[in-house]
Protein backbone atom coordinates (compact mmCIF):
# COMPACT_ATOMS: atom_id res chain seq x y z
CA UNK A 1 0.00 0.00 0.00
CA UNK A 2 1.00 3.41 -0.68
CA UNK A 3 1.54 5.33 2.41
CA UNK A 4 0.72 8.84 2.17
CA UNK A 5 2.44 11.54 3.33
CA UNK A 6 0.42 14.98 3.47
CA UNK A 7 3.23 16.79 5.12
CA UNK A 8 5.47 15.95 1.36
CA UNK A 9 5.98 19.18 -0.33
CA UNK A 10 7.71 19.07 -4.28
CA UNK A 11 8.25 22.17 -6.70
CA UNK A 12 8.64 23.47 -9.78
CA UNK A 13 10.69 26.07 -10.03
CA UNK A 14 11.66 27.48 -13.60
CA UNK A 15 13.23 30.56 -14.94
CA UNK A 16 10.80 31.74 -17.61
CA UNK A 17 12.26 31.94 -20.76
CA UNK A 18 8.94 32.50 -22.84
CA UNK A 19 8.29 29.00 -23.12
CA UNK A 20 8.21 25.37 -21.53
CA UNK A 21 10.77 23.05 -22.47
CA UNK A 22 9.84 19.73 -22.76
CA UNK A 23 12.86 18.60 -20.40
CA UNK A 24 11.71 21.17 -18.14
CA UNK A 25 7.84 20.04 -18.45
CA UNK A 26 8.94 16.07 -17.74
CA UNK A 27 10.08 17.31 -14.45
CA UNK A 28 7.15 19.01 -13.08
CA UNK A 29 5.22 16.16 -14.01
CA UNK A 30 7.55 14.34 -12.04
CA UNK A 31 7.23 16.01 -9.48
CA UNK A 32 3.85 17.01 -9.33
CA UNK A 33 2.99 12.88 -10.18
CA UNK A 34 5.11 12.33 -7.14
CA UNK A 35 3.07 14.84 -4.65
CA UNK A 36 -0.23 13.72 -5.74
CA UNK A 37 0.85 9.77 -5.95
CA UNK A 38 1.79 10.51 -2.07
CA UNK A 39 -0.77 12.95 -0.69
CA UNK A 40 1.63 15.94 -0.62
CA UNK A 41 1.49 19.34 -2.15
CA UNK A 42 2.98 20.72 -5.52
CA UNK A 43 4.60 23.76 -5.25
CA UNK A 44 5.41 26.09 -8.66
CA UNK A 45 8.16 29.15 -8.02
CA UNK A 46 9.14 30.89 -10.63
CA UNK A 47 12.76 31.91 -10.75
CA UNK A 48 12.98 35.24 -12.65
CA UNK A 49 16.03 36.76 -11.03
CA UNK A 50 17.19 37.70 -13.89
CA UNK A 51 15.18 40.97 -15.05
CA UNK A 52 15.89 41.17 -18.16
CA UNK A 53 15.10 37.90 -19.35
CA UNK A 54 12.17 37.71 -17.13
CA UNK A 55 9.18 39.69 -18.62
CA UNK A 56 5.55 38.72 -18.00
CA UNK A 57 5.27 37.31 -21.08
CA UNK A 58 8.05 34.65 -20.95
CA UNK A 59 6.65 33.70 -17.74
CA UNK A 60 3.24 33.63 -19.54
CA UNK A 61 4.64 30.75 -21.50
CA UNK A 62 5.57 28.51 -18.84
CA UNK A 63 2.03 29.04 -17.16
CA UNK A 64 0.12 28.26 -20.35
CA UNK A 65 2.28 25.42 -20.68
CA UNK A 66 1.60 23.55 -17.68
CA UNK A 67 -2.04 24.38 -17.57
CA UNK A 68 -2.15 22.85 -20.87
CA UNK A 69 -0.74 19.74 -19.56
CA UNK A 70 -3.30 19.47 -16.98
CA UNK A 71 -0.30 20.04 -13.98
CA UNK A 72 -1.94 21.81 -11.32
CA UNK A 73 -0.19 23.52 -8.43
CA UNK A 74 -1.33 24.17 -4.97
CA UNK A 75 -1.68 27.92 -3.58
CA UNK A 76 -0.28 30.64 -5.10
CA UNK A 77 2.76 30.88 -7.38
CA UNK A 78 5.70 32.24 -5.53
CA UNK A 79 8.35 34.39 -7.25
CA UNK A 80 12.21 34.45 -6.70
CA UNK A 81 12.66 38.04 -7.05
CA UNK A 82 9.85 38.80 -4.05
CA UNK A 83 12.35 36.86 -1.71
CA UNK A 84 15.24 39.49 -2.21
CA UNK A 85 15.16 40.77 0.98
CA UNK A 86 14.83 37.54 2.82
CA UNK A 87 18.34 36.57 0.51
CA UNK A 88 19.70 39.42 1.60
CA UNK A 89 19.06 38.98 5.55
CA UNK A 90 20.44 35.36 5.29
CA UNK A 91 23.43 36.79 3.61
CA UNK A 92 23.71 38.83 6.49
CA UNK A 93 22.67 36.42 9.18
CA UNK A 94 25.64 34.33 7.99
CA UNK A 95 28.23 37.31 8.07
CA UNK A 96 26.93 37.76 11.69
CA UNK A 97 27.22 34.18 12.74
CA UNK A 98 31.25 34.24 11.24
CA UNK A 99 29.71 31.62 8.54
CA UNK A 100 30.59 33.96 5.98
CA UNK A 101 32.98 36.72 5.01
CA UNK A 102 33.60 39.42 3.10
CA UNK A 103 36.22 39.18 -0.01
CA UNK A 104 38.28 41.84 -1.66
CA UNK A 105 40.16 39.85 -3.75
CA UNK A 106 40.31 41.43 -7.28
CA UNK A 107 39.12 38.97 -10.67
CA UNK A 108 42.79 39.80 -11.79
CA UNK A 109 44.20 38.64 -8.14
CA UNK A 110 42.07 36.02 -8.22
CA UNK A 111 43.19 34.75 -11.39
CA UNK A 112 47.18 35.35 -11.13
CA UNK A 113 46.90 33.10 -7.78
CA UNK A 114 44.93 30.26 -10.01
CA UNK A 115 47.44 30.45 -12.49
CA UNK A 116 50.28 30.25 -10.02
CA UNK A 117 48.45 27.23 -8.57
CA UNK A 118 48.13 25.16 -11.42
CA UNK A 119 51.64 26.02 -12.43
CA UNK A 120 52.82 24.52 -9.37
CA UNK A 121 50.34 21.50 -10.12
CA UNK A 122 47.60 21.87 -7.32
CA UNK A 123 44.38 22.41 -8.04
CA UNK A 124 42.70 25.15 -7.55
CA UNK A 125 39.66 26.32 -5.12
CA UNK A 126 39.76 29.88 -3.42
CA UNK A 127 42.40 30.02 -1.10
CA UNK A 128 40.90 31.50 1.74
CA UNK A 129 43.23 34.59 1.77
CA UNK A 130 40.25 37.11 3.04
CA UNK A 131 38.72 34.55 5.56
CA UNK A 132 40.11 35.52 8.43
CA UNK A 133 40.44 39.33 7.88
CA UNK A 134 36.94 40.13 8.99
CA UNK A 135 36.33 42.75 6.78
CA UNK A 136 33.60 45.27 8.01
CA UNK A 137 30.32 46.44 5.43
CA UNK A 138 32.43 49.23 4.32
CA UNK A 139 35.44 47.88 3.02
CA UNK A 140 34.89 48.50 -0.45
CA UNK A 141 33.74 46.43 -3.38
CA UNK A 142 34.01 42.98 -2.14
CA UNK A 143 31.96 39.70 -2.75
CA UNK A 144 30.25 37.56 -0.15
CA UNK A 145 31.64 33.95 0.43
CA UNK A 146 30.78 30.93 2.65
CA UNK A 147 33.11 28.91 4.92
CA UNK A 148 33.09 25.65 3.61
CA UNK A 149 34.79 22.91 5.82
CA UNK A 150 38.53 21.69 5.11
CA UNK A 151 37.06 18.31 4.47
CA UNK A 152 34.28 16.42 4.58
CA UNK A 153 31.70 14.87 2.14
CA UNK A 154 28.84 17.25 1.28
CA UNK A 155 26.35 13.94 0.28
CA UNK A 156 23.08 12.81 -0.44
CA UNK A 157 21.67 9.77 -1.06
CA UNK A 158 19.31 10.40 -4.54
CA UNK A 159 16.00 9.53 -5.28
CA UNK A 160 17.02 8.32 -8.58
CA UNK A 161 20.97 7.74 -8.67
CA UNK A 162 21.86 6.67 -5.15
CA UNK A 163 24.74 7.80 -3.04
CA UNK A 164 26.20 11.21 -4.56
CA UNK A 165 28.24 13.78 -2.80
CA UNK A 166 31.95 15.87 -3.73
CA UNK A 167 34.17 16.41 -0.38
CA UNK A 168 34.25 19.98 0.90
CA UNK A 169 37.94 20.66 0.08
CA UNK A 170 37.51 20.18 -3.91
CA UNK A 171 34.63 22.93 -3.64
CA UNK A 172 36.11 25.86 -1.56
CA UNK A 173 34.79 28.90 -0.24
CA UNK A 174 32.19 29.62 -2.76
CA UNK A 175 30.83 33.07 -3.18
CA UNK A 176 27.19 33.55 -1.98
CA UNK A 177 26.62 37.53 -3.21
CA UNK A 178 28.17 39.45 -5.66
CA UNK A 179 29.87 42.54 -5.44
CA UNK A 180 27.58 43.85 -7.25
CA UNK A 181 25.11 42.98 -4.01
CA UNK A 182 23.16 40.57 -5.85
CA UNK A 183 22.94 37.26 -3.90
CA UNK A 184 24.14 33.64 -5.92
CA UNK A 185 21.28 31.79 -7.54
CA UNK A 186 22.27 28.15 -5.28
CA UNK A 187 21.43 30.64 -2.05
CA UNK A 188 18.13 31.53 -3.32
CA UNK A 189 16.91 28.46 -4.40
CA UNK A 190 18.17 26.80 -1.01
CA UNK A 191 16.64 30.23 1.07
CA UNK A 192 13.61 29.58 -1.09
CA UNK A 193 13.01 26.02 -1.01
CA UNK A 194 13.80 26.53 2.84
CA UNK A 195 11.13 29.66 3.13
CA UNK A 196 8.65 27.23 1.11
CA UNK A 197 8.79 24.39 3.18
CA UNK A 198 9.91 22.51 0.25
CA UNK A 199 11.27 18.50 1.71
CA UNK A 200 11.67 16.69 -2.05
CA UNK A 201 13.79 18.25 -4.18
CA UNK A 202 12.76 16.82 -7.67
CA UNK A 203 14.58 18.43 -10.56
CA UNK A 204 16.72 17.83 -13.93
CA UNK A 205 19.89 16.46 -13.79
CA UNK A 206 22.10 19.34 -14.79
CA UNK A 207 21.39 20.72 -10.80
CA UNK A 208 23.24 17.17 -9.87
CA UNK A 209 26.25 18.77 -9.75
CA UNK A 210 25.20 21.99 -7.94
CA UNK A 211 24.04 19.82 -4.84
CA UNK A 212 26.94 19.85 -2.34
CA UNK A 213 27.64 23.19 -2.54
CA UNK A 214 23.49 24.08 -1.55
CA UNK A 215 23.96 21.29 0.44
CA UNK A 216 27.40 23.46 2.19
CA UNK A 217 24.76 26.39 2.73
CA UNK A 218 21.92 24.35 4.11
CA UNK A 219 24.48 23.06 6.82
CA UNK A 220 25.48 26.83 7.35
CA UNK A 221 21.85 28.05 8.06
CA UNK A 222 21.36 24.69 10.13
CA UNK A 223 18.68 23.65 8.34
CA UNK A 224 17.89 19.79 7.20
CA UNK A 225 18.33 19.72 3.88
CA UNK A 226 15.63 18.23 1.77
CA UNK A 227 15.19 14.63 0.06
CA UNK A 228 16.88 15.22 -3.79
CA UNK A 229 16.25 13.26 -6.72
CA UNK A 230 17.61 14.34 -10.27
CA UNK A 231 16.12 13.07 -13.71
CA UNK A 232 18.61 12.35 -16.19
CA UNK A 233 17.65 14.89 -19.33
CA UNK A 234 15.57 14.25 -22.72
CA UNK A 235 17.96 14.03 -25.95
CA UNK A 236 16.79 12.41 -29.57
CA UNK A 237 16.05 9.34 -30.32
CA UNK A 238 19.67 8.87 -31.51
CA UNK A 239 21.00 9.66 -28.31
CA UNK A 240 21.98 12.91 -28.85
CA UNK A 241 21.19 16.58 -26.96
CA UNK A 242 18.14 18.05 -27.99
CA UNK A 243 19.01 21.32 -30.55
CA UNK A 244 17.07 23.84 -30.52
CA UNK A 245 17.37 24.43 -33.77
CA UNK A 246 16.28 20.59 -35.33
CA UNK A 247 14.10 19.77 -32.92
CA UNK A 248 10.51 20.74 -31.36
CA UNK A 249 11.72 21.20 -27.64
CA UNK A 250 8.98 23.30 -26.56
CA UNK A 251 5.33 22.16 -25.58
CA UNK A 252 3.63 25.21 -27.00
CA UNK A 253 5.40 23.66 -30.24
CA UNK A 254 3.73 20.05 -29.78
CA UNK A 255 0.53 22.19 -28.60
CA UNK A 256 0.47 24.01 -32.32
CA UNK A 257 1.34 20.85 -34.55
CA UNK A 258 -1.71 19.79 -33.12
CA UNK A 259 -0.52 17.27 -30.50
CA UNK A 260 -3.13 16.72 -27.57
CA UNK A 261 -2.41 17.68 -23.69
CA UNK A 262 -3.40 13.58 -23.09
CA UNK A 263 -0.76 12.40 -25.59
CA UNK A 264 1.88 15.00 -24.43
CA UNK A 265 1.32 14.12 -20.62
CA UNK A 266 1.60 10.75 -21.28
CA UNK A 267 4.57 10.70 -23.25
CA UNK A 268 6.63 13.10 -21.34
CA UNK A 269 5.66 10.53 -18.22
CA UNK A 270 6.79 7.96 -20.19
CA UNK A 271 10.15 8.87 -21.68
CA UNK A 272 13.05 7.03 -18.88
CA UNK A 273 9.87 5.89 -16.15
CA UNK A 274 8.28 2.87 -16.25
CA UNK A 275 5.42 0.66 -15.51
CA UNK A 276 5.49 -2.62 -15.57
CA UNK A 277 4.71 -2.64 -19.73
CA UNK A 278 1.89 -0.19 -20.01
CA UNK A 279 1.86 2.26 -22.27
CA UNK A 280 -1.35 4.52 -21.87
CA UNK A 281 -1.81 6.29 -19.07
CA UNK A 282 -4.24 8.53 -17.90
CA UNK A 283 -3.98 11.44 -15.53
CA UNK A 284 -5.38 9.83 -12.82
CA UNK A 285 -2.77 6.40 -13.69
CA UNK A 286 0.23 8.59 -13.62
CA UNK A 287 -1.01 10.15 -10.27
CA UNK A 288 -1.61 6.59 -8.74
CA UNK A 289 1.52 5.05 -10.46
CA UNK A 290 4.40 7.24 -10.39
CA UNK A 291 7.62 6.27 -8.63
CA UNK A 292 11.00 7.07 -8.66
CA UNK A 293 12.26 3.52 -8.37
CA UNK A 294 11.83 3.13 -11.73
CA UNK A 295 13.20 6.32 -13.84
CA UNK A 296 16.11 5.26 -15.74
CA UNK A 297 19.71 6.30 -14.49
CA UNK A 298 20.86 6.87 -18.09
CA UNK A 299 19.64 9.49 -20.37
CA UNK A 300 15.79 9.84 -21.64
CA UNK A 301 15.21 9.13 -25.40
CA UNK A 302 12.78 10.72 -27.06
CA UNK A 303 10.92 8.90 -29.51
CA UNK A 304 8.65 11.14 -31.48
CA UNK A 305 6.42 8.25 -33.52
CA UNK A 306 5.53 7.13 -29.67
CA UNK A 307 4.21 10.41 -29.20
CA UNK A 308 2.31 9.97 -32.56
CA UNK A 309 0.66 6.74 -31.71
CA UNK A 310 -0.21 8.13 -28.51
CA UNK A 311 -1.95 11.39 -30.22
CA UNK A 312 -3.72 8.96 -32.43
CA UNK A 313 -4.76 6.95 -29.64
CA UNK A 314 -6.76 9.64 -27.83
CA UNK A 315 -7.70 11.06 -30.95
CA UNK A 316 -9.86 8.04 -31.67
CA UNK A 317 -10.73 7.60 -28.47
CA UNK A 318 -11.55 10.56 -26.14
CA UNK A 319 -15.43 11.68 -25.53
CA UNK A 320 -16.47 13.55 -28.59
CA UNK A 321 -17.47 16.94 -26.77
CA UNK A 322 -13.33 17.01 -26.33
CA UNK A 323 -12.33 16.21 -29.35
CA UNK A 324 -14.66 18.98 -30.73
CA UNK A 325 -12.70 21.48 -27.93
CA UNK A 326 -9.84 20.65 -29.28
CA UNK A 327 -10.21 20.57 -33.17
CA UNK A 328 -12.44 23.69 -33.41
CA UNK A 329 -9.31 26.37 -32.81
CA UNK A 330 -7.59 24.54 -35.46
CA UNK A 331 -10.87 24.11 -37.70
CA UNK A 332 -11.27 28.17 -37.45
CA UNK A 333 -7.50 28.59 -38.74
CA UNK A 334 -7.82 26.32 -41.24
CA UNK A 335 -10.39 28.52 -42.87
CA UNK A 336 -9.15 31.50 -41.40
CA UNK A 337 -12.57 32.34 -39.65
CA UNK A 338 -15.43 31.28 -37.03
CA UNK A 339 -16.33 27.75 -37.64
CA UNK A 340 -20.39 26.60 -36.58
CA UNK A 341 -19.86 23.14 -34.88
CA UNK A 342 -23.08 21.43 -36.69
CA UNK A 343 -24.35 17.51 -36.79
CA UNK A 344 -22.36 17.65 -40.15
CA UNK A 345 -19.03 18.40 -38.46
CA UNK A 346 -19.60 16.30 -35.74
CA UNK A 347 -20.55 13.22 -37.84
CA UNK A 348 -17.66 14.04 -40.07
CA UNK A 349 -15.19 14.73 -37.63
CA UNK A 350 -16.56 10.80 -35.80
CA UNK A 351 -16.00 9.00 -39.10
CA UNK A 352 -12.79 10.26 -39.65
CA UNK A 353 -11.17 10.39 -36.22
CA UNK A 354 -9.33 7.01 -36.63
CA UNK A 355 -7.05 8.38 -39.61
CA UNK A 356 -5.61 11.79 -38.79
CA UNK A 357 -2.44 11.77 -36.98
CA UNK A 358 -2.37 15.43 -34.99
CA UNK A 359 -5.02 18.18 -34.83
CA UNK A 360 -3.66 19.71 -37.75
CA UNK A 361 -4.63 16.64 -39.97
CA UNK A 362 -8.19 16.69 -38.46
CA UNK A 363 -8.62 19.86 -39.44
CA UNK A 364 -7.24 19.60 -42.40
CA UNK A 365 -9.26 16.33 -44.03
CA UNK A 366 -12.60 18.46 -42.87
CA UNK A 367 -11.71 22.07 -44.40
CA UNK A 368 -13.73 21.18 -47.79
CA UNK A 369 -16.97 20.89 -45.66
CA UNK A 370 -16.33 23.85 -44.10
CA UNK A 371 -15.83 26.00 -47.60
CA UNK A 372 -18.38 27.45 -49.67
CA UNK A 373 -19.18 25.02 -52.60
CA UNK A 374 -17.90 27.50 -55.16
CA UNK A 375 -14.31 28.31 -53.30
CA UNK A 376 -13.87 24.49 -53.43
CA UNK A 377 -10.19 24.21 -55.26
CA UNK A 378 -9.90 20.48 -56.63
CA UNK A 379 -6.31 19.36 -56.15
CA UNK A 380 -4.95 19.33 -59.88
CA UNK A 381 -2.92 16.01 -59.14
CA UNK A 382 -6.12 14.31 -58.50
CA UNK A 383 -8.39 16.23 -60.94
CA UNK A 384 -5.62 14.71 -63.64
CA UNK A 385 -6.10 11.40 -62.26
CA UNK A 386 -9.72 10.90 -61.33
CA UNK A 387 -11.38 13.84 -63.51
CA UNK A 388 -11.27 12.82 -66.80
CA UNK A 389 -13.91 13.32 -69.40
CA UNK A 390 -15.11 9.32 -69.87
CA UNK A 391 -16.15 9.81 -66.11
CA UNK A 392 -18.32 13.28 -66.94
CA UNK A 393 -21.79 11.07 -67.81
CA UNK A 394 -21.21 8.50 -65.09
CA UNK A 395 -21.01 11.92 -62.62
CA UNK A 396 -23.71 13.50 -64.49
CA UNK A 397 -26.37 10.29 -63.70
CA UNK A 398 -24.93 10.05 -60.32
CA UNK A 399 -25.87 13.74 -59.89
CA UNK A 400 -29.40 13.51 -61.12
CA UNK A 401 -30.22 10.50 -58.83
CA UNK A 402 -28.43 12.27 -56.09
CA UNK A 403 -30.76 15.19 -56.65
CA UNK A 404 -33.52 13.28 -57.28
CA UNK A 405 -33.46 10.93 -53.59
CA UNK A 406 -36.33 12.03 -51.15
CA UNK A 407 -33.71 10.83 -48.45
CA UNK A 408 -29.84 11.05 -47.85
CA UNK A 409 -28.51 8.39 -45.64
CA UNK A 410 -26.33 6.01 -46.52
CA UNK A 411 -28.93 3.32 -47.57
CA UNK A 412 -30.30 5.91 -50.46
CA UNK A 413 -26.69 6.93 -51.17
CA UNK A 414 -25.62 3.48 -51.64
CA UNK A 415 -28.93 3.04 -53.87
CA UNK A 416 -27.97 5.94 -56.31
CA UNK A 417 -24.46 4.61 -56.96
CA UNK A 418 -25.57 1.28 -57.77
CA UNK A 419 -28.40 2.22 -60.09
CA UNK A 420 -26.16 4.74 -61.70
CA UNK A 421 -22.82 1.59 -61.69
CA UNK A 422 -25.93 -0.56 -63.21
CA UNK A 423 -26.96 1.63 -65.99
CA UNK A 424 -23.23 2.34 -66.63
CA UNK A 425 -22.44 -1.11 -67.31
CA UNK A 426 -25.49 -1.73 -69.44
CA UNK A 427 -24.38 0.88 -71.73
CA UNK A 428 -20.31 0.24 -71.49
CA UNK A 429 -18.77 -2.29 -74.12
CA UNK A 430 -16.61 -4.92 -74.04
CA UNK A 431 -13.62 -3.68 -73.93
CA UNK A 432 -14.46 -0.72 -71.44
CA UNK A 433 -14.80 -3.44 -68.99
CA UNK A 434 -17.31 -3.12 -66.02
CA UNK A 435 -17.61 -0.36 -64.11
CA UNK A 436 -17.19 -1.34 -60.12
CA UNK A 437 -17.97 1.04 -57.16
CA UNK A 438 -13.97 2.04 -56.51
CA UNK A 439 -13.98 3.57 -60.01
CA UNK A 440 -16.84 5.33 -59.56
CA UNK A 441 -16.52 6.46 -55.96
CA UNK A 442 -12.87 8.26 -56.16
CA UNK A 443 -13.74 10.34 -58.95
CA UNK A 444 -16.74 11.60 -56.53
CA UNK A 445 -14.50 11.86 -53.61
CA UNK A 446 -12.31 14.19 -55.54
CA UNK A 447 -15.28 16.38 -57.18
CA UNK A 448 -16.57 16.86 -53.46
CA UNK A 449 -13.70 16.91 -51.13
CA UNK A 450 -11.33 18.66 -53.68
CA UNK A 451 -8.62 15.77 -52.94
CA UNK A 452 -8.38 11.94 -53.29
CA UNK A 453 -8.49 11.09 -49.48
CA UNK A 454 -11.49 10.89 -47.08
CA UNK A 455 -13.65 8.70 -44.82
CA UNK A 456 -15.93 6.17 -46.35
CA UNK A 457 -17.64 8.33 -49.15
CA UNK A 458 -21.17 7.89 -48.12
CA UNK A 459 -20.18 9.28 -44.77
CA UNK A 460 -18.11 12.05 -46.57
CA UNK A 461 -21.51 12.90 -49.11
CA UNK A 462 -23.63 12.60 -46.04
CA UNK A 463 -21.93 15.63 -43.78
CA UNK A 464 -21.89 17.27 -46.98
CA UNK A 465 -25.44 17.05 -47.50
CA UNK A 466 -27.74 16.43 -50.76
CA UNK A 467 -27.68 20.00 -51.76
CA UNK A 468 -24.30 20.83 -51.99
CA UNK A 469 -23.29 17.74 -52.93
CA UNK A 470 -25.27 18.07 -55.81
CA UNK A 471 -23.91 21.78 -56.73
CA UNK A 472 -20.35 20.23 -55.71
CA UNK A 473 -21.01 17.56 -58.51
CA UNK A 474 -22.11 20.14 -60.71
CA UNK A 475 -18.92 22.22 -60.68
CA UNK A 476 -16.81 19.56 -61.19
CA UNK A 477 -18.68 18.34 -64.49
CA UNK A 478 -18.54 21.56 -65.56
CA UNK A 479 -15.08 21.75 -65.07
CA UNK A 480 -14.26 18.76 -66.92
CA UNK A 481 -16.08 19.76 -69.88
CA UNK A 482 -14.52 23.12 -69.99
CA UNK A 483 -11.45 21.04 -69.86
CA UNK A 484 -12.19 19.03 -72.74
N1 LIG B 1 15.49 27.39 -12.17
C1 LIG B 1 16.22 26.20 -12.41
C2 LIG B 1 16.05 25.78 -13.85
O1 LIG B 1 15.14 26.25 -14.50
C3 LIG B 1 15.80 25.06 -11.53
C4 LIG B 1 16.44 25.09 -10.19
C5 LIG B 1 16.12 23.91 -9.32
O2 LIG B 1 15.23 23.11 -9.69
O3 LIG B 1 16.72 23.80 -8.26
O4 LIG B 1 16.83 24.99 -14.31
Known amino acids: MTKLDSTLRTRFAPSPTGFLHIGGARTALFSWAYARRFGGKFILRIEDTDRERSTEESERGVIDGLRWLGIQWDGEIARQSEANARHQEVIEDLLTAGKAYRCICSREELEQRKQEHIARGDKWTYDRKCR ?28 VFGESGQDASEIGDVIIRRSDGSPLYHLAVVVDDIDLGINFVIRGQDHHSNTPFQLAIYQAMGVEPPRLAHVPLIVGKNGKKLSKRRDPISVQQFQEEGYLPEAMRNWLTRIGWSHGDQEVFSSEEITQTFDLEHVNHSSAQADLEKLVWLNQHYLKTLPMDQIRDYVLPFLEKEVGGSVQWDDALAFYIEADRERPKTLVEMAQRARFLLLDDDALQIDEKAAKKHLKANIAPALEQLRDAFAALGAWDHESIEGAFQSVLEQQNRERSEEQGEMKMGKLAQPVRVAVTGGPVSPGIHETLMALGQERSVTRLSNAIQAIRARA
Open 132 to 159: DEDYAADCGTHVVRLKLPDTGMLGWVDG
